[in-house]
């Protein structure tokens, strides 16, 4: 499960979204372009359309044999959303040796990563020179990991903290450079004056320290902030993420079998900090997304109360032969309101699979799955192919 | 999991020794002194574990049958049938080039089977003897019938998996995927009693429904041991093919799987058709009523098609797995067209 809600709501609007543009005799892109406000989701739709080949889309049931193929697509919304009540702390040590704490955890999205790459870009070092703490509440306060808010909220505050801490340095190192502090740049592990006259490596500056070390806490709460709404800790940007996703997908209208071919996701994400972990989370939105359309599915014994697919031999999830060709087209959408402008990506990339994947079916069978998931029971029943009429409860 | 002492038979004598007790006898047996004390004989290990972890079984001793060369061997018989030894994998079975021309339909249902990782590990006789899948069978929480409880779950539960045939008291599918194949063949086993006595049952005989017994899927008596499957030559003209549908395509329990066997005469006519349906029922399914529309036959889309149709008449499907029923008339379409090449 991935972006709890929004998925069961954007299935039943995305989907009547697409019933309301054939309806109206509409290509469900144009229709889009008439109804919705978001000029994010437009250029979307414009660049994933010309790459996923919409203009092949055929009318349903266009294929002879069983396997009917469809292509559908279908949006979703996310608020680029920030908690401000995340800080870390960065240090440079006199060894040379640079650190930031946070108490911002890893649940396998990388943010230690990102972590690295931003004090390191600030401070002209690589990543991998950077020491990464996080996940010990002895740190600073880190945000909490829901609604795709952490690297919105704790990658500004890193960059701030490695700025001012830089600028510490700078005071530090600048009688040994005979230039004032402000005449200095850090590049190449080097602190240098601007003319690149004079140098010192990062360690020969660090060394200069009159202390042990130089220590700088920074919290998202003191960046500047651009917020649209804020509550408490709570804030979301002035523009709302969007996401653009297209299905195509193969249904085999006597097993009832769908297997989905190919997703292009066109996503935005703020100012894309590490494309490639991004193209994971969408890789890994998509799939989710794709496993909530065609199999996922909590089953309750109704008589005993225990649940009787807790475990991932009857839990059904999508494995590596259900895996589409996936496509990610990542759009940069600055708004200019933080330290490193970027927003979330891995639940906004998991809201629009499945209503793209049941517009598809549609699109390939000309009827609609109206529930979840879309297994050979609920679509060969939509299909009015099981005798006796008898659906799944 | 509890523990339990662990030894590897050397030898089939050795195995025979170790007085084993079936694993459907110590379930049926727990928690009585029986079953505390039972010896269990191990193949691949894939059932045994699960059933372990789930609670369901806790052998006192466990005898390991993967060390016993003879039980790992594929070997052709004089006069053309095929021997495979009970310790043979599914992805030997999947990749031996024999069974791949002459039994076309097992390699494919053993190869389909499960994942690559399993087939390395899981063998054709564990397959075959493994409990069924039934969630209500799997839950601790659950005393079923065939676990010695007073009712079925499935038939006023979540039946989406079971079966739409021949639900005696329990609509448990037989979890083999192989023995569909089998079943189609005409296979039998060899099963070497205590005493050392062999004796031979066509596999169709040897799995039991639950009109003949709710708590058993076979015949295997205590101390006797599951030695081999015998294939019977292949007769001229023979074309077989196997089906699988699962919800998914890796990893997953079929939601049908149907082996079609045809002897085609040199005029292109059927002689005799064997169509097994897995999935279906308690024990795989004969469609006799399949069988008997393809014999005589050319074999060709609406005769495939009457013969799906023959096929499915009779099922009794429960309240959520009807939708198999059309699943298994175009399973039995297609695998019927692809024996005779016609896929």
Known sequence: MRAPGNVPGAYALEQMIDELAIRLAMDPLALRDRIDLSAVRREERRVGAARFGWSRRRAPGSDAGPVKRGLGMAQSYWGANVNTNAACEVRILRDGSVEILSSVQDIGTGIGTLLAQVVAEEMGLRPEEIVVRIGDTDFPAGPPSYGSITTASITPPARNAAWRALRELFEAAAPALGAPPENLIAKGGRIATADNARSLSFREAAATLRTDRISVVASRADDYGGFARKMGDSASARNALGGVQFAQVAVDVETGIVRVERVVAVQDCGRPMNPRQIESQVHGGVLMGMSYALCEERLLDRRTGHVLNADLEHYKIGRSREVPEIEMILLENYQGTSATDAYGIAEPANVATAPAIANAVFNAIGVRARQLPMTPATILAALGRIPGGRARA | ?343
């Open chain 2, 1 to 343: 999991m509890k523990g339990f002492a662990w030894t590897s038979a050397p030898d089939l004598a050795a195995a025979l020794r170790a007085g084993s007790a079936t694993v459907a006898a110590t379930m049926a047996a727990a928690p009585g002194p029986a079953a505390a004390n039972a010896v269990i004989l191990k193949a691949g290990g894939i059932d045994l574990l699960d059933l372990m972890k789930e609670g369901l079984l806790a052998p006192q001793r466990i005898v390991n049958l993967r060390g016993i060369p003879e039980l790992g061997r594929i070997a052709e018989e004089p006069g053309g049938a095929l021997r495979i030894g009970a310790m043979v994998t599914l992805a030997q079975l999947a990749g031996d080039p024999l069974i791949r021309a002459r039994y076309g339909a097992l390699a494919q249902a053993a190869g389909g089977s499960a994942s690559p990782q399993i087939r390395h590990v899981a063998t054709l006789g564990g397959n075959l003897l493994q409990r069924p899948r039934c969630w209500y069978f799997r839950s601790i929480h659950h005393d079923c019938a065939r676990k010695g409880g007073r009712q079925c779950f499935a038939f006023m539960g979540e039946n989406q998996y079971h079966a739409i045939f021949g639900q005696y008291g329990c609509a448990i599918v037989h979890p083999s995927t192989a023995a569909t194949a089998l079943v189609a063949f005409d296979a039998s086993v060899e099963l070497v009693g205590a005493r050392g006595a062999r004796r031979t049952v066509a596999l169709e005989n040897f799995l039991l429904g639950p009109e003949v017994d709710l708590q058993r899927e076979n015949a295997l008596a205590p101390g006797e041991i599951l030695t081999a499957v015998l294939l019977p030559a292949p007769k001229p003209g023979v074309r077989s093919f196997h089906l699988r549908q699962g919800e998914l395509d890796s990893f997953d329990w079929p939601i049908a799987d149907v082996a079609v066997v045809l002897e085609l005469g040199r005029d292109g006519a059927c002689r005799r058709a064997g169509v097994v349906l897995g999935a279906a029922a308690p024990v795989p399914y004969r469609a006799r009523g399949a069988e008997s529309a393809l014999a005589g036959q050319r074999i060709a889309e609406g005769t495939a098609r009457s013969a799906a149709i023959a096929a499915l008449a009779g099922a009794t499907p429960l309240a959520k797995n009807a939708y198999k029923v059309p699943v298994f008339e175009a399973l039995v379409r297609r695998a019927i067209l692809g024996a005779a090449g016609q896929a």
